[in-house]
């Protein structure tokens, strides 16, 4: 299996391991033209767009993120704490993820935490590496996992 998802090429190679493995999935598989490769740039602004993402509609997502990525520009943890509660609130960020973001931060900056280290690690250990983050769960952190690192073996519930 591949280390991660980088190209059109491995989601073949990932299609195929599937429709070797799953009859169902095999008949599904059979039925779609193309799957696209939905990646976005790993790091600290995909983690905390993910978050700010959680439990809205697509809709408020994007213009909470649109708002609080012009404030906050570029997108760092540095930027982001520099830019302070006022900011936030008037980007229309929850105290929920103020304080989610703000423990990324923390993590970030302690060490506590190295997104660069994600892809190199089995699915189940990156995992438990992200919601060590007061507020990030696993299904945020399958999503980062998926759609940031690439991980091969992730699949959010």
């Known amino acids: 299996m591949i ?4 190209d059109d090429s491995h989601i073949s190679q ?4 599937l429709r070797a493995r799953d009859e169902t999935l095999a008949m599904m598989i059979d039925h779609v033209d193309h799957v696209p ?9 995909s ?3 993910i978050i700010v993402s959680q439990q809205v509609s697509v809709q408020s997502a994007d ?3 649109g708002r609080l990525a012009t404030l906050v520009d570029p997108m760092t943890p540095a930027n982001f704490l520099r830019q ?14 103020q304080r989610t973001l703000l423990a990324l931060c923390d993590a970030l900056n302690e060490k506590a935490l190295r997104l660069d280290d994600l892809p190199a690690l089995p699915a189940d ?5 992200l919601v060590t983050v007061k507020g990030i ?8 996992l998926l759609f940031a690192v690439g991980h091969p073996d992730i699949f959010p519930a």
Do not use: M
């Open 84 to 97: 302070g509660e006022p900011a936030w609130i008037s980007a229309g960020l929850s105290r929920p993820k």
């Open 47 to 49: 983690l905390a767009k």
């Open 137 to 144: 769960g696993p299904w945020t952190a399958e999503v980062y």
């Open 14 to 17: 990932g299609l195929q391991w």
């Open 125 to 129: 250990e990156a995992i438990d590496a």
């Open 37 to 45: 490769l939905r990646r976005n740039a790993p790091g600290f602004a």
């Open 63 to 65: 213009a909470i993120w």
């Open 3 to 6: 280390a991660t998802i980088e």
